[in-house]
């Protein structure tokens, strides 16, 4: 089945320690997204590729990157991460906008925790 | 901008009864609407989407909403509850135009009693 898997599920890190959550798809869409989710609230974008192409929300903390190589794969680099960057971080993937379908297929999500 | 409103952040029925689900938008142009479910530790699974034609959209198990224009709504609702939709439930907005960026609201989180 086409899908977007997120790898790991559960990351634990320390407190100031670089950390890469990982996103691939199977649904060849060319539009990826990185969410943030805190515990009990809506998730917040964080950034979106059009293709090769980088949009960063206007909010989004510099501590936070994201690469795109190839069209399946996207990876969130958090450079330095503070107790308050713990959340739920969600990818998700949506066709061109051209195309007239407009919803976004989600992955399971990697839970992060900063110790 | 575009704004979503969820009204009631928890929802409680019992199982069989109805479901209502509130949801307000706020958009300067003809929106796209969606409802979205959430189990936890899992991702958002998308439940419907009304984008133009029929205001009144089917979704997955058994859930449907109703697009109102003059009431700026599109609530969702399901007959009859079951143990299984207790989850989290987010409506979200897009316009149809350029980069369609999802605006979600704040989610409801419905539980559902034996």
């Known amino acids: 089945d086409a899908m977007v898997i997120q790898n790991p599920r559960y990351q634990v890190t320390q407190f100031g320690k670089p950390v890469t959550l990982s996103c691939s798809q199977t649904?060849?869409?060319?539009?990826m997204y990185w969410y943030q989710q805190k515990s009990s609230q809506a998730p917040k974008l964080l950034f979106h590729?059009?293709?090769?192409?980088?949009?960063n929300e206007a909010d989004t903390p510099d501590n936070f990157q994201s690469r795109r190589p190839n069209t399946s794969f996207c990876f969130l680099d958090i450079r330095s991460p503070g107790l308050g960057d713990a959340a739920m971080y969600l990818c998700?993937?949506?066709?061109?906008?051209?195309?007239?379908?407009?919803?976004?297929?989600f992955g399971p999500g990697t839970r992060l925790t900063v110790t | 901008a575009q704004s979503v409103t969820q009204l009631g952040s928890h929802v409680s029925v019992s199982e069989g009864a109805l479901v209502l689900l509130r949801c307000n938008y706020s958009?300067?142009?003809?929106?796209?609407l969606f409802w979205y479910v959430q189990y936890p530790n899992q991702g958002l699974q998308l439940l419907l989407k009304?984008?133009?034609?029929?205001?009144l959209v089917k979704g997955i198990n058994g859930f449907e909403a109703e697009f109102k224009k003059s009431e700026t709504s599109f609530h969702l609702t399901k007959p009859s509850a079951h143990m299984s939709d207790a989850a989290e439930y987010f409506c979200?907005?897009?316009?149809?135009?350029?980069?369609?960026?999802?605006?979600f609201g704040t989610g409801t989180r419905l539980l559902v009693s034996p």
């Open positions: 958009s300067s142009v003809p929106p796209y």
């Open positions: 998700a993937t949506s066709r061109d906008w051209a195309s007239g379908t407009h919803e976004q297929y």
């Open positions: 009304y984008t133009t034609g029929a205001t």
């Open positions: 979200a907005v897009s316009e149809n135009t350029g980069f369609q960026k999802l605006v």
């Open positions: 649904l060849n869409h060319n539009v």
């Open positions: 590729y059009y293709d090769k192409d980088f949009n």
